[in-house]
Nanobody
């Protein structure tokens, strides 16, 4: 049973932009912290960004700071990841995830084991 659904991936040139969306038919996302992860071929899954129930609690991995923006639209039950200035090192399958143990203000808010529910991912490709 799919808990979360990602969309918005695609092929973009370096320097381009994409906006990923994460929604759910099961969860009311405004009550959950939501994280975005990515996994490139042959690499471990990496935490990219997460947002708490309070929009003021946000985390970004250093490599995307200033380029990616996470946000939520509670009326649409959707969390977004706006990705600008995409680089060749950004491609991969992007997943959104959530779990009751996620604490955005903790020392490691992107620990995968804290995320119990995952989407199937959306592919992001950066190529000229």
């Amino acid at each position: 049973q799919v808990q979360l659904v990602e969309s918005g991936g695609g092929l973009v040139q370096p320097g381009g932009s994409l906006r990923l969306s994460c929604t759910s038919s099961r969860f009311t996302l405004e009550y959950y912290s939501i994280g975005w992860f990515r996994q490139a071929p042959g690499k471990e899954r990496e935490g990219v960004s997460c947002i708490g129930v309070s929009r003021n609690s946000i985390y970004y991995v250093d490599s995307v700071k200033g380029r990616f923006t996470i946000s939520r639209d509670n009326a649409k039950n959707t969390v977004y990841l706006q990705m600008n200035s995409l680089k060749p090192e950004d491609p991969g399958v992007y997943y959104c995830a959530t779990g009751p143990g996620v604490v955005v203000t903790s020392a490691n808010p992107m620990a995968p084991n804290d995320y119990d529910y995952w989407g199937r991912g959306t592919q992001v490709t950066v190529s000229s």
